[in-house]
C-alpha cells in the first residue's frame, strides 16, 4: 500500500496508467461513499477521463477498481470507507 | 470464375529449400488444410508436422524452419502485416511458434507462396535470397557477428531494391538456445528459433515478390478494414498507442504481480524509477508502428546505444527481475540483447537465477549480483559468446539449473525450458493455469489467460472448472488470432472476436465461413500443437510451474500473502484437459481428434507413432 495521509472522510484514488495520462495526477482524493459515487466525482472532476467509464464494444469497462492493489470491486454499490485507497488502471494488461 | 472454386487469400503451396544443395521445391497445399488451420501459427503447425521426424534433434540440419503467412497479410486490415516462425525449439524440445511484423511479412507472401521451410546445413555462413520463385543463396562471410539490423541493413545496399530481411545476430550464430529472428526491431523471439536458423549456417533471409494475392469480395474488405482502423483509434487501444505495453511496470508492482528478483518478491521498491511516462515527457521516447498498423504501439527510447524499443516484458525481465533500478541501464540492456539477438525474457530470467544461485552460495560467480548493471551487462556478453558461464547459461535456466544442481531446479523460472514472462502466477491463477499447459511452455502470447485474473469477479463462483475454461477460451482465441494473423493488441476493438473473425475471413477467401467453424479451427490448432509435443516425447509431468511458487508465499505491498496450492492447479490442469475433452492424462484421443478434424492422425497405428 501507498503510504498517503488519510484526511477524515476522504478515500484516495491512484491513477496509473491511461487514467493516469487522462486525470493528469496521480493521486488525488475523493469523499468516501459508493464506488459509483466515487466514479461520479471524478467524472465531474476530470472530464478527459469519462470515457473511460464507457463500456468497450466487447461490454466490459475499460478502467478496472482495485481495493487497495488487493482485489478488484465490480458492484457500485460497494461502500469505500475513509482511508482506503482505490486504485484505477487500464483494464487491458495485456504485454 | 465462380469464387467457390478460386482459391482467393492463399497461393495453395509453399517453399521448400535445402540450403545445403541450394535446392527449392514448391509442396501444394490442400484447399482443405488452408481452410482448416487458417494460416500463420496453424497452418506452419500443419508443416512443421508434416515436414519434421518424431525425434529429430531442433539443431541437425533436417529440422525445419518454417516461415508461414497469413491470408490476410497484404490485405488493408489494419495489423495484419505479421508472420509466423515454428521449428521444434532447441530450448524447449517441444513446438516454437513465434511471431514477427511488418514489411517482411508483406514482401514474403508476395513471393507467391504461404510458407517457406528452410532445411539442410549450408558448407559456408550464406544468406538465403528469394524472389518470386527464384532462390538463390550468397556468402554472408562479411555479416558474421553483426546485428540482425546491421545485417539488414548491409544487405539493403548489396541487393536490389525491394527486398525484405530478417536477419539473426552473434547469438543466433553461436546457437544460443534462446537466440531470436529479427525484422525491422520486431523479434520473433521466444524459444530459439534464431539458433535454428544459425545451425543451418544462414545468416539471413531476403524476400522480393510481385505476386500480388486477389481477395473475394475486395470493395466490401475495404470498408470493413476503414471501420476497423476506426475502431483502432479508440480507447480499447490507447493503453498501447499512448504508453506502450512499459506501462505495465508500475500497474503489476502495484498489484504486486511484477516479477522481482527471480520471483522472490512481487514488486519491487525501485519502481518509480522506471515511470515511463514521467520518462515519455522528457521527450526520450518516441512512437513507431509496424507496417499496416493503426495502433502504433512501438515506443522507442533513446538509450546509449541508441534507438531502443521498450517494451514490458523485456523491461521486466532485465530490470526488476535482475533487481536493476535504473530506466537507462535496462534499455541498455535491452538493446544489447537487440544487438546480439537475444530474447530477452529467456535472457533476463536465465541470468536472474545465476544470480540467486550466487545469492545461496551454490554458484562462484561472486561478480554476478541482483542489482548490478555491469554484472548483467557482462552476463548477457558471456551469454551471446557462449564464453566462460555464458557456456552455461546460453542454454537456458532449466538446463543450467540440471549443471549447477543443489535443487536449484526448484526455482528456475522456467516451464518446459521457456523462461516465464512477467506475470506473477502466485498472485495471478488463471495465467498460472495457462502458463503450466501452454504448448511453447511459460507463456503469455499463447495465453492470456491473465485477462480473468485483471477481471471484477462477476459473481459466478471461481471453481476449478470456470478457471480452466477461461484459459481454454484464452487459448483459442490466441490461437485464431494468431493463425489469421491479426495483433492481439486489436482484440479489445471485437464485440465478437469469432464471427467478426469469420466475417473477415469469408470476405478474403469467399468461403461461407461462421464462428462455429473458426472456434473449431482454433480448437484444432491447439491440438496440433498439443500432439508434435507428444510425438517429441510430452508428458503430464511437464504441465507444471517451479516448486518455488507451491512453497513460498509472496507478501503483497497490503501486507497480504498471495500463495499457489500445487493440488490446485493440479486439480485445475485436469480441469482443463476435461474442458479440451483431453483424458485425465493430457492425452488426445482419436474421438476427439476425429471431432477436431484431424483425421490424418486418426488411424490406430499412426495414433501410436505419435505417441511414440
Known amino acids: 500500500m501507498i503510504n498517503q495521509e488519510i484526511t477524515p472522510g476522504f478515500i484516495t484514488v491512484e491513477f496509473l496508467g491511461i487514467p493516469k495520462l487522462k486525470a493528469g495526477v496521480s493521486f488525488c482524493k475523493v469523499p468516501a461513499g459508493s464506488l459509483s459515487s466515487v466514479i461520479d466525482y471524478l467524472k465531474n472532476q476530470f472530464p478527459r477521463l469519462s470515457q473511460e467509464f464507457l463500456p468497450s464494444p466487447s461490454g466490459k469497462s475499460h478502467v478496472l477498481y482495485s481495493l487497495n492493489g488487493d482485489y478488484f470491486l465490480h458492484d457500485p454499490e460497494t461502500i469505500l470507507l475513509e482511508g482506503q485507497q482505490l486504485l484505477i488502471i487500464s483494464a487491458d494488461a495485456g504485454g | ?612
Open chain 2, 1 to 612: 470464375m465462380d469464387i467457390k472454386e478460386k482459391m482467393f487469400g492463399y497461393h495453395q503451396k509453399y517453399l521448400k529449400i535445402d540450403v545445403e544443395t541450394g535446392a527449392s521445391f514448391e509442396v501444394p497445399i490442400p484447399a482443405e488444410v488452408s481452410r482448416k488451420f487458417i494460416g500463420g501459427v496453424g497452418l506452419g503447425a500443419w508443416i512443421l508436422f508434416r515436414e519434421s521426424k518424431q525425434g529429430m534433434n531442433s539443431l541437425a540440419p533436417e529440422a525445419p524452419l518454417i516461415f508461414c503467412f497469413s491470408p490476410l497479410v497484404g490485405t488493408p486490415l489494419t495489423t495484419s502485416a505479421k508472420f509466423a516462425v515454428l521449428a521444434k525449439s532447441p530450448l524447449t524440445n517441444r513446438i516454437s511458434d513465434a511471431l514477427s511484423s511488418s514489411h517482411f511479412a508483406i514482401e514474403a507472401k508476395k513471393t507467391g507462396f504461404d510458407a517457406i521451410v528452410i532445411t539442410g546445413r549450408s558448407a559456408t555462413k550464406r544468406i538465403v535470397i528469394i524472389e518470386e520463385g527464384k532462390v538463390t543463396l550468397q556468402n554472408a562471410d562479411d555479416l558474421q557477428g553483426l546485428s540482425a539490423l546491421a545485417t539488414s541493413e548491409k544487405l539493403h545496399t548489396r541487393l536490389a531494391a525491394g527486398f525484405q530481411i530478417a536477419a539473426i545476430g552473434l547469438a543466433g550464430e553461436n546457437q544460443v538456445l534462446f537466440a531470436n529472428l529479427s525484422h525491422e526491431r520486431r523479434h520473433a523471439g521466444r524459444g530459439g528459433l534464431g539458433a535454428v536458423l544459425g545451425s543451418k549456417n544462414i545468416k539471413a533471409i531476403a524476400v522480393k515478390g510481385n505476386t500480388r494475392m486477389a481477395v473475394a469480395f475486395p470493395a466490401k474488405l475495404v470498408e470493413k478494414a476503414r471501420e476497423l482502423s476506426a475502431k483502432s483509434f479508440g480507447p480499447a487501444t490507447a493503453k498501447y498507442r499512448e504508453l506502450g505495453t512499459v506501462s505495465n511496470l508500475l500497474v503489476f508492482n502495484r498489484l504486486s504481480v511484477l516479477p522481482t528478483r527471480n520471483f522472490q518478491e512481487g514488486h519491487f521498491a525501485a519502481i518509480d524509477k522506471q515511470d515511463f511516462q514521467e520518462v515519455d515527457k522528457a521527450a526520450k521516447v518516441t512512437r513507431h508502428s509496424c507496417a499496416a498498423c493503426t495502433i502504433g504501439c512501438e515506443h522507442i527510447y533513446e538509450s546509449k546505444l541508441g534507438k531502443v524499443r521498450i517494451e514490458y516484458e523485456s523491461m521486466f525481465a532485465l530490470g526488476s527481475l535482475c533487481g536493476i533500478e535504473n530506466a537507462d541501464d535496462i534499455a541498455e540492456l535491452v538493446g544489447l540483447c537487440d544487438e546480439f539477438g537475444l530474447d530477452t525474457i529467456s535472457t533476463g530470467g536465465t541470468i536472474a537465477f545465476a544470480m540467486e544461485c550466487v545469492e545461496k552460495g551454490m554458484l562462484a560467480e561472486p561478480w554476478l549480483q541482483f542489482g548490478s548493471m555491469a554484472a548483467a551487462k557482462k552476463a548477457i556478453g558471456l551469454i551471446a559468446n557462449r564464453e566462460g558461464l555464458g557456456k552455461i547459461l546460453s542454454l537456458g535456466s532449466r538446463q543450467a539449473a540440471h549443471l549447477i544442481g543443489q535443487g536449484s531446479i526448484a526455482f528456475a523460472p522456467q516451464v518446459k525450458g521457456l523462461e516465464i514472462p512477467g506475470y506473477e502466477p502466485r498472485g495471478l491463477q488463471t495465467m498460472a493455469l495457462g502458463l503450466a499447459v501452454a504448448s511453447r511452455g511459460a507463456d503469455h502470447n499463447r495465453s492470456g489467460a491473465y485477462e480473468a485474473d485483471f477481471s471484477p469477479p462477476t459473481g459466478e463462483v471461481l471453481d476449478n472448472s470456470a478457471i480452466a475454461r477461461s484459459a481454454v477460451e484464452s487459448e483459442n482465441r490466441s490461437a485464431l488470432i494468431d493463425s489469421l494473423i491479426l495483433c492481439k493488441f486489436l482484440r479489445g476493438v471485437f464485440s465478437n472476436l469469432f464471427a467478426e473473425s469469420a466475417e473477415l475471413l469469408s470476405l478474403v477467401t469467399g468461403w461461407d465461413m461462421d464462428e462455429v467453424e473458426l472456434r473449431l479451427a482454433a480448437e484444432r490448432v491447439v491440438a496440433i500443437k498439443k500432439l508434435f509435443n507428444i510425438r517429441e516425447g510430452w508428458s503430464i509431468e511437464e504441465d507444471t510451474l517451479p516448486e518455488r511458487f507451491f512453497t513460498e508465499a509472496l507478501e503483497t505491498q497490503s501486507g497480504g500473502q498471495n500463495r499457489l496450492s500445487k493440488t490446485a492447479l493440479q486439480q485445475r490442469i485436469g480441469a482443463y484437459y476435461q474442458a479440451r475433452n483431453w483424458d485425465d492424462v493430457g492425452d488426445i484421443g482419436i474421438q476427439e481428434l476425429r471431432r477436431l478434424g484431424l483425421e490424418e492422425f486418426c488411424n490406430e497405428s499412426d495414433l501410436q507413432t505419435i505417441k511414440g
